[in-house]
Nanobody, 124 residues
Framework: QVQLAESGGGLVQAGASLRLSCTAS????????VGWFRQAPWKDREFVAG????????RYYDAVSDRVTISRDHAKNTVYLQMNNLKVADTAVYFC?????????????????WGQGTQVTVSS
């Protein structure tokens, strides 16, 4: 099983940028797609972005698609979530999850591993 850990969150002002990292350890030789989610207090967990194992297929939540880019670096066992022009509404705990059943090309769907989350707080 692959283990995930998020990092890169913090407190920023509206309009700033952050790059979140999802770093894998353990069984990193397996193929896995990755998705980013976020959850604010008293709200449902929300899908933000997903990426296939080969990195060629991505999907974004429409509300943030113009400000967010997901990418991965296999050499570092890391998936990134670049977020630009952050808004107060982006404030949440951001999680990444891994799907080892998506093959080389598929987007994540069945998540079996999760990180602990990283807090993103955007002030006005």
């Amino acid at each position: 099983q692959v283990q995930l850990a998020e990092s890169g969150g913090g407190l920023v002002q509206a309009g700033a940028s952050l790059r979140l990292s999802c770093t894998a350890s353990g069984r990193t030789s397996c193929r896995y797609a990755v998705g980013w989610f976020r959850q604010a207090p008293w709200k449902d967990r929300e899908f933000v972005a997903g990426i296939s194992w080969n990195g060629d297929t991505t999907r974004y939540y429409d509300a943030v698609s113009d400000r967010v880019t997901i990418s991965r670096d296999h050499a570092k066992n890391t998936v990134y979530l670049q977020m630009n022009n952050l808004k107060v509404a982006d404030t949440a705990v951001y999680f990444c999850g891994a799907d080892p059943s998506a093959g080389n090309y598929g987007l994540p769907f069945e998540y079996v591993s999760w990180g602990q989350g990283t807090q993103v707080t955007v002030s006005s």
